[in-house]
């Protein structure tokens, strides 16, 4: 879904270029109500700094990744371990619920809401890994984005109510179908979710690839500039503006696209390249709490900021 820097650099001036890698089309300009297991204990990433705020809690987080890498396993987009995700994250969302996709029978968006005035404000991931006949666990690409949303919907679920309303929703379909033809059959769950609620959403945060150790977020290459720096103001108000450097990186096709092409503010927090996608090695010693303790305090400051506005 994403593609190498230097191809998009030399690209710009013809908008969206294709590429593959590892086969997949890139393109520049992706049961059960048990509680997670407590984390255990993972080393903190380098140069990650610790955030002035503890509002956002980067164990219980990490315990949601591992939970789903080591818990429920691979989870493609159609499968019994990605609906016992599914159940177990609507359970943890405020007034979960599924939501289909139409045109894909058995693949399903599950959402949440914390009510207030419209358009809303929506926090947006993935929840399914890649499908390919060798199961990938999806620590960095999947889990880690699934993770930070659930955490920052417990916390936003326990503030006072009021102000802008703030929307949950877990993209089921991210991954293209046999990991191919991307541009195609890829992103079924955003298209479709933007598609039903056009004109209810006022700006997009869209989290992927935010677990990484030693995560570093330039703004990729097609999110809203203005927003985005809104993000870095909100990362330097918690103590880690240095997780969000001053820089544009590749242009990547993702969730937060199908808003794009409505008018939406969107804004695509991806650690990129990540030299472990849709491979063996996307495992949870890949991540750290520290990068999505980072993450978490500047997305949950920057919501708070949007609602009062």
């Known amino acids: 879904m994403l593609v190498v820097a ?5 690209a710009l001036g ?3 270029v294709v590429v593959a890698v590892n086969g997949f089309p890139l393109i520049g300009g992706g049961g059960g109500s048990r509680a997670a297991p407590p984390a255990a204990g993972a080393p903190a990433a380098p140069g990650v700094p610790r955030p002035r705020t503890n509002a956002f809690d980067e164990r219980r987080a990490f315990a949601l990744l591992r939970y789903q890498v080591e818990r429920i396993g691979p989870r493609p987009a159609g499968s019994p371990a990605l609906a016992r995700l599914q159940a177990f994250a609507r359970a943890r969302l405020p007034a979960g619920r599924y939501e289909p996709v139409p045109g894909h029978p058995g693949l399903r968006n599950v959402v949440g809401r914390l009510p207030g005035r419209g358009p809303a404000i ?11 006949p060798v199961g990938m666990p999806g620590a960095n690409d999947g889990a880690a984005g699934t993770a930070v949303l659930l955490e920052l919907a417990r916390v936003l679920r326990g503030e006072h109510a009021g102000g802008r309303e703030v929307r949950f929703v877990l993209f089921d379909g991210e991954e293209a179908p046999g990991d191919r033809d991307f541009l195609r059959t890829g992103l079924r769950g955003s298209t479709a979710y933007a598609r039903a609620h056009r004109g209810q959403v006022s700006a997009l945060i ?6 990484v150790r030693g995560l570093r977020l330039a703004r990729e290459g097609s999110s809203d500039a203005a927003l985005w720096e809104r993000l870095r103001r909100a990362a330097r108000s918690v103590g880690v503006g240095a997780v969000f450097p001053d820089r544009v990186g590749a242009t990547i096709y993702d969730d937060h ?16 390249p990540y030299r472990y996608m849709h491979t063996l090695q996307d495992t949870v010693d890949k991540t750290s709490p520290a990068s999505l303790d980072a993450v978490g305090e500047s997305v949950l400051a920057l919501v708070r900021e949007l609602r009062a506005g």
């Open 122 to 132: 929506l926090v947006g991931a993935h929840v399914d890994t890649v499908d390919t």
């Open 14 to 16: 013809a908008a969206l």
């Open 6 to 10: 230097l191809i998009v650099q030399l």
């Open 206 to 211: 869209l989290l992927d690839y935010v677990g």
């Open 257 to 272: 696209t199908p808003f794009l092409r409505q008018g939406v503010p969107a804004i695509d927090l991806i650690g990129w």
